[in-house]
């Protein structure tokens, strides 16, 4: 029997991607803004309905997203969410600034609007939700408190390329979007990501940011990091991009075969489809009950590695409870994450996983349950 990982990585045909990349040997133009960048850009761009002049790629989504803080000049305390991947808390911190952790929803694992007020204080600066699982946040709630506290919105976006909220890509709300295009992401440029805004001077600072500050040989009028895309990642957006529509449907397939074969599992809650969102599948969380499930989620997933199934506690731990915040930050300040992330787990999905091996791990899990009810 075979393994089955929580996620594999989509890929082009091997011809498509060796076709795409061959003009590459006749320019020799590899990185810092190549031709195969340029086209990347105008096609995301229209993908998401957009401006070419309203984003910029960048070599990964972190550095989308520290470079985003910082090109908005942010200062003091940032409203975020703890129930997230590292990279989100990570960016803020190495920007020197506090992130103040809000709670979330337990139904949808976004922030929970009705207690971001009660954190803000005079040292806020900007709320940086995050778009969980496919899940959107709710938007309108976050525009009005940050309309009324004059605070900017960055949105951590990397699980939500391809869903749309309201007929409409998530890189039209908030001051400034991330998206990441990272291998397990629902689409990929190995590595890559891409920072989205509405002012167009954030993007004047980002082209700076990410290439060392250089204004032009002669000079450097910024402290820029280096964080460009270059031509093989965007080569592979190209290929990747012409199936990202297809990669969903499949991966929508695969959603509600699970919620069909796990809907009369007790103890098992799945996540649900938010009314005015298009989502894009990008993970299928459960979260386990113990005292209706009959075992933890932790015995569930040894169970599942056992059976050669590898889901993924994700989120686990909460980013204030990890070893280098534990000092700093109170975890027991967010009760709703904490519990979350001590019941989720995510399940496999991904383009080429099989109905039939959905099936495979919807039985092992109904498995688990009858033999702890023994
Ligand atoms: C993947 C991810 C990131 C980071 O993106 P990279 O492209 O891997 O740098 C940030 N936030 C969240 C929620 C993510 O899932």
């Given amino acids: 029997m075979k393994d089955i990982y929580v996620t594999k990585a989509s890929m082009p045909d091997f011809e498509d991607y060796v076709a795409e990349i061959e003009d590459i040997w006749d320019s020799h133009w590899l990185t810092n803004n190549g031709l ?11 993908f998401f309905g957009t401006k070419e002049d309203n984003i910029s790629l960048l070599v990964n989504g972190h550095m989308a997203l520290e470079l985003l803080i910082q090109s908005m000049k942010l200062t003091g305390e940032v409203i975020t969410t703890p129930y997230t991947f590292a990279s989100t808390t990570h960016a803020i911190v190495r920007n020197n600034l506090t992130p103040v952790f809000c709670d979330v929803n337990e139904d949808d694992f976004t922030l929970d609007v009705t207690k971001i007020e009660e954190l803000i204080t005079a040292k806020t600066s900007a709320i940086i939700p995050v778009h969980v699982y496919g899940n959107v946040c709710d938007i309108e709630g976050i525009k009005k408190i940050a309309d009324a506290y004059g605070l900017k919105v960055i949105y951590d976006a990397a699980h939500v390329f391809g869903t749309r909220y309201k007929g409409r890509s998530l890189n039209h709300f908030g001051d400034a979007t991330m998206f990441s295009f990272h291998a397990t992401k629902v689409f990929n440029t190995i590595e890559g990501g891409c920072a989205c805004y509405k002012d167009e001077r954030i993007g004047y600072y980002l082209k700076q940011l990410k290439n060392f500050g250089i204004q032009n040989p002669e000079t450097v009028d910024g402290i820029g ?11 592979m957006g190209l290929c990747n991009l012409r199936k990202v529509r297809q990669g969903i449907s499949k991966r929508e397939e695969i959603y509600q075969t699970y919620k069909e074969l796990l809907r009369d599992v007790k103890g098992i809650r799945m996540n649900k489809i938010q009314s005015n969102v298009d989502s894009n599948y990008s993970y299928f969380p459960i979260v386990v009950d113990p005292r209706e499930f009959g075992t933890t989620r ?3 997933a040894d169970y599942l590695i056992k059976n050669r199934i590898h889901p993924r506690k994700y989120f686990y731990p909460i980013t204030s409870a990890f070893d280098c915040y534990h000092e700093k930050f109170d975890s ?6 904490l519990k979350l992330s001590k019941q989720v787990l995510t399940l496999p999905i991904y383009e080429d996983l099989t109905i039939k091996e959905v099936y495979r791990i ?6 688990c349950q009858k033999e702890i009810k023994k």
């Fill in 36 to 46: 195969k960048s340029q086209t990347l850009k105008k096609e995301i761009s229209e």
């Fill in 225 to 235: 990091s280096n964080a460009k895309m270059n031509e093989f990642q965007a080569a």
């Fill in 298 to 300: 932790n015995v569930l």
């Fill in 332 to 337: 027991f300040a967010t009760p709703v994450a």
């Fill in 362 to 367: 919807c039985q092992v899990i109904k498995k």
